[in-house]
């Protein structure tokens, strides 16, 4: 069975704090792809990346950055000069080959950033 | 792309009634989930198609639950018998079916059973 774990709930910074939140995943499976969601107060889930297993090579997107680990099944997300934008309820997902595409979520962190 | 469109965004229903919502995913997709999301919780997977065909349904998805989408364009998720538990954010999301690719998302019908 597939398992996503955010173990933070919430989070609160100041505006241009850097803030990293956390995810660990776990599977049996070889091939899996790992992505983040963000979750605005409209309620509509933004996709933000996707990965594959076998591609552990960092991502930077503008103030965005991810850090996909294998030996530690982790894929952290590093928002970087956080902004009052930012907030909002992030959730990191996972899902293996040959299951339909269907996504596993964490219970997701509630980042809030105040100015 | 005109999104993924859910209707109606806010349902409030009793207790015992049956209740459906609509999803309308983007045109050209072929993949259509079902997702449930409480408070504070991540979304729960409950069913997925690929153009008409059901291809998996969630233990979550009590028999008082049934999703069609009749030609493969358009679902429908129908709860009968409504109970206080299922009140939640239902959200419909659609994919082209490429190869575990992302899922857009609409933005959801917020069911309230009282």
């Known amino acids: 069975a597939q398992k996503v774990t955010q173990a933070q709930t919430e989070i609160s910074v100041v505006e241009k704090e850097d803030v990293t939140l956390d995810c660990v995943y776990e599977t049996r499976d070889t091939t899996y792809y790992l992505f983040w969601y963000k979750q605005p107060p409209s309620g509509e889930l933004v996709f933000l990346i996707r990965r594959n297993s076998f591609d552990e090579q960092n991502e930077i997107s503008g103030r965005y950055s991810w850090n996909f680990q294998k030996s530690t099944s982790s894929f952290n997300f590093t928002i970087t000069a956080s902004q009052v934008v930012d907030s909002a309820v992030y959730f990191c997902?996972?899902?293996?080959?040959?299951?339909?595409?269907?996504?596993?979520f964490g219970q997701g962190t509630e980042l809030s950033v105040k100015p | 792309d005109t999104g993924v469109s859910q209707d109606p965004r806010h349902k409030i229903t009793k207790r015992g009634q049956n209740v459906t919502f609509r999803c309308d995913p983007i045109?050209?997709?072929?993949?259509l989930y079902w997702y449930r999301q409480t408070l504070g919780q991540g979304p729960e997977f409950l069913t997925y198609?690929?153009?008409?065909?059901?291809?998996?349904k969630s233990r979550l998805l009590s028999d008082r639950f049934s999703a069609e989408r009749p030609k493969g364009s358009f679902s429908t998720l129908e709860i009968q018998r409504t109970e206080q538990g299922d009140s939640a954010m239902y959200l419909c999301a659609s994919s082209s079916g490429h190869i575990n690719e992302k899922l857009f998302f609409g933005s959801g019908t917020q069911l309230s059973v009282l």
């Open positions: 198609f690929q153009n008409e065909a059901q291809l998996e």
């Open positions: 045109s050209e997709h072929n993949r």
């Open positions: 997902a996972l899902s293996v080959l040959n299951q339909g595409g269907k996504l596993i």
